[in-house]
């Protein structure tokens, strides 16, 4: 089986960074996906890893380490639109049986 | 258009009757899953369809719950004599699935609200 682990809430200041942690434990590893959404919309795709190490991608960078079972999202320079939830999922064999974690409400204040 | 989309995009409905979810998919997007996401809470995966091969139905909470979907088009999730729990929003995604069973990016559609009286 699969499960996943984010802290619930996190809060942080208007230019400064934060990194959302998550912890999964499945019995195989197809990939760990982040995704951002908004309140009150779907989920988009943020980031991707299958392989150990840091994957930058403009302000957000998402780290996996496998042995550890670990990912976290690093959210650099916030903006107020960053406040969201982000979610960190993982897919099973062939894509079925897909896990979401509980997701990680991020509210950036001014 | 380019996207998924979904229909209708909120559901009001009296406690026992039976609903029917549309999801129209990315085109030529292989695979496709449905979630159920109640207030506050997180993605429940319920079903997932890849091609023409059987669905996994893991996630379906109960028998009330059933999706169809005919090819690699159109799905509909039905919930029958439905109850308040059943109250959430209910998200389709597709992906094209690429080749070797390597998931790919999925992409969500707007959702369908389903409120129960």
């Known amino acids: 089986g699969q499960n996943i682990d984010q802290p619930t809430e996190m809060t942080a200041t208007e230019g400064a960074i934060v990194q959302i942690n998550c912890t999964y434990q499945?019995?195989?590893?197809?990939?760990l996906f982040w995704y951002q959404q908004h309140a009150g919309e779907a989920p988009t795709f943020l980031s991707y890893?299958?392989?150990?190490g840091l994957e930058e991608k403009g302000r957000f960078s998402s780290f996996l380490s496998r042995s550890k079972g670990y990912s976290y999202l690093l959210l650099k320079e916030l903006q107020m639109k960053d406040s969201a939830s982000y979610l960190c999922?993982?897919?099973?064999?062939?894509?079925?049986?897909?896990?979401f974690g509980p997701g990680t409400r991020l509210s950036v204040l001014p | 258009g380019a996207g998924v989309s979904q229909s209708p995009s909120n559901k009001v409905t009296e406690k026992g009757k039976d609903v029917e979810l549309r999801c129209d998919p990315i085109?030529?997007?292989?695979?496709l899953y449905w979630y159920r996401q109640r207030l506050g809470q997180g993605l429940e995966f319920l079903i997932y369809?890849?091609?023409?091969?059987?669905?996994?139905k893991s996630g379906l909470p109960s028998d009330r719950f059933s999706a169809e979907r005919t090819g690699e088009s159109v799905s509909t999730l039905t919930i029958q004599r439905t109850q308040q729990e059943d109250s959430a929003v209910y998200l389709c995604?597709?992906?094209?699935?690429?080749?070797?069973?390597?998931?790919?990016?999925?992409?969500f559609g707007p959702g369908t609200r389903l409120t129960v009286l």
């Open positions: 995604a597709s992906s094209p699935q690429l080749a070797g069973g390597v998931t790919d990016t999925q992409y």
């Open positions: 499945t019995s195989g590893f197809n990939g």
């Open positions: 890893n299958v392989l150990d």
């Open positions: 999922a993982v897919p099973g064999n062939y894509g079925q049986n897909f896990v």
């Open positions: 085109s030529g997007h292989t695979a």
């Open positions: 369809f890849q091609g023409n091969s059987a669905p996994d």
